[in-house]
């Protein structure tokens, strides 16, 4: 309801649009065979966090596909309904769908269930018949790992399609395998998720997915331009396109204009730096990184301006930061060493742009620099300005720093949150993993006495890489009975899953990748 009334009275913020991000991350673990439903069954063992932020944002995401189905107006008096019914006793889930249920024209409490009570998410195919007639069949889409069990969802699908020059919407509820329509002629290309309203993600054939990625940025709203955008690294995992073509899709989008766009953007090149980018490869994709975000800091200039719209000074900061670290770029790194040397001698004010100015400083910086942090973050008593502190003290990359980072971690003044915040921050450049695995195993003991049992469910998540070598030995330890914790056993089915399918996606994609990144050089 909060998102609701900062729609309506604060329209211009675009509340929805900056937690589209949020959930095309769900979608993406919400693609993993270990993921669970909704709705499950928990054992005393369990971690009763584990899933919380996926069944939240999906759930969000799924009630507001619905809602639009069967129009707001019905939803709203399906809720009064039952919040009038049932205001005296007891109620469930089942209850709701009912109400709701029956002022709709489809089967809203059945698809709601198929949503809820199964995992993972749909994947909507389209396929052309020839004649105008185009199928839309539904599957699981699964990203790593054996094949799902065959499920089906009942879906309510909103599209649109070009025909000339007219784009048409159009509406489809998907309540078995495969479902044929008549379109008509001349059909360009088919958008199945309009407005980027539906939880589910699709693919179309390969001529179509060209010519609706050439209309992208005249014929797409922001919300459907980033959709476009994150679905095609679903394409790419579930090897519908190549690392090839997704990499050349990324430079066309990098033209775009809209903050929120360039941002969705960033999260996929994280997602190739993380997957693909090896020492080999750094060069070039330094090269890569300048070539697609230097157009897009010209436009948007370096420095803010007093009439910036949030999103915007929020995204400058983040392009400055991916410039001077993974781009290399000397510009960029003159500006966070120059701002930097002004906040620390007291010139300037601590701004986000300032925080990320330390940052990308301390992920080259020398052992003066983490004396400064160290000091001004003992000092420091604002809570705000202590975390950008321990945030750039936990960007150190040289091993000698990180080192005195880790002894630091257990000696200093350190809060429990401040261990994590700088652990999880060293554990950004893979090239200290063995380091930072060999650390944790010696100092489990301590670490257990000092940390909440949630955080040490987490611990071995944040020591993987996109390889299984160290899986073996994470699983050992970790595994072990006399280091359980509530919920640590999921945590550890999900990290192997999730770095399987980074080592299956890499292996398949790794000379795609290479070719594309050294031919840009």
């Avoid at 937690?19 to 991350?25: G, W, Y």
């Avoid at 476009?228 to 073509?245: C, V």
């Avoid at 160290?470 to 550890?492: C, H, K, M, Q, S």
């Amino acid at each position: 309801m909060g998102d609701k009334a900062t729609a309506a009275v604060y329209p211009g913020y675009g509340s929805g649009v900056a937690e589209l991000r949020t959930t095309f991350r769900i979608m993406d673990i919400d693609a993993r065979p270990t993921t669970k439903p909704i709705r499950h069954r928990f054992k005393a063992t369990d971690n009763f966090s584990d899933g919380v932020f996926l069944s939240y944002y999906k759930g969000k995401a799924v009630l507001g596909m619905f809602e639009k189905a069967v129009g707001p107006d019905v939803f709203r008096e399906g809720v009064v309904r039952y919040l009038r019914k049932y205001s005296r006793g007891n109620a469930e889930a089942a209850d709701l769908w009912a109400e709701i249920n029956a002022g709709a024209e489809f089967d809203l409490a059945g698809g709601l269930a198929s949503f809820i009570d199964q995992p993972g998410i749909p994947l909507i195919a389209v396929a052309a018949l020839g004649n105008g007639r185009y199928e839309f069949s539904q599957s699981r889409l699964v990203t790593g790992g054996d094949a799902a069990a065959d499920q089906s969802w009942i879906i309510p699908l909103s599209y649109r399609y070009r025909v000339g020059d007219d784009v048409i919407a159009a509406d489809l509820i998907l309540g078995s395998e495969r479902q044929v329509v008549d379109l008509g002629p001349d059909v360009a290309w088919i958008l199945p998720n309009a407005n980027q309203d539906g939880y589910y993600r699709w693919s179309v054939p390969a001529d179509m997915l060209s010519r609706l990625g050439d209309d992208a940025a005249t014929r797409l709203n922001i919300r459907e331009r980033m959709g476009m955008l994150t679905n095609l690294w679903s394409l790419l995992a579930t090897d519908k396109i190549d690392a090839g073509e997704f990499l050349a899709a990324l430079d066309g989008i990098s033209a775009d204009s809209d903050p929120s766009v360039i941002a969705a953007l960033l999260d996929q090149l994280n997602n190739v730096r993380q997957t693909f980018i090896t020492p080999e490869l750094r060069d070039a994709f330094a090269q890569y990184v300048r070539n697609l975000l230097t157009p897009t800091l010209q436009r948007i200039g370096m420095d803010p301006l007093p009439d910036d719209r949030p999103e915007l000074a929020s995204l400058r900061p983040q392009i400055m930061l991916w410039l001077a670290d993974y781009g290399r770029d000397e510009r960029a790194r003159s500006v966070t060493a120059e701002l930097t040397e002004r906040y620390l001698a007291g010139e300037i004010a601590l701004t986000n742009r300032v925080s990320v100015a330390l940052r990308a400083e301390a992920r080259r910086g020398d052992q003066a620099l983490f004396e400064t942090l160290r000091e001004r973050f003992e000092a420091e008593t604002t809570p705000g300005v202590r975390r950008s502190y321990i945030q750039a003290i936990g960007s150190f990359r040289d091993p000698e720093i990180v080192a005195q980072v880790l002894d630091y971690l257990l000696q200093g003044p350190l809060r429990p949150n401040d261990i994590g915040t700088a652990f999880v921050r060293l554990t950004g450049w893979t090239d200290n993993h063995t380091m930072l695995l060999d650390w944790l195993m010696e100092n489990d003991a301590i670490l257990r006495e000092r940390l909440p049992a949630g955080t040490m469910a987490r611990i071995p998540d944040t020591v993987t890489v996109c390889s299984p070598a160290n899986l073996p030995t994470i699983r050992a330890f970790y595994g072990a009975p006399e280091r359980a914790v509530p919920g640590i056993e999921d945590e550890l089915k999900d990290s192997e899953a999730e770095v399987m399918e980074c080592w299956e996606l890499q292996q398949r994609e790794s000379d795609s990748v290479s070719r594309y990144l050294l031919g840009t050089v």
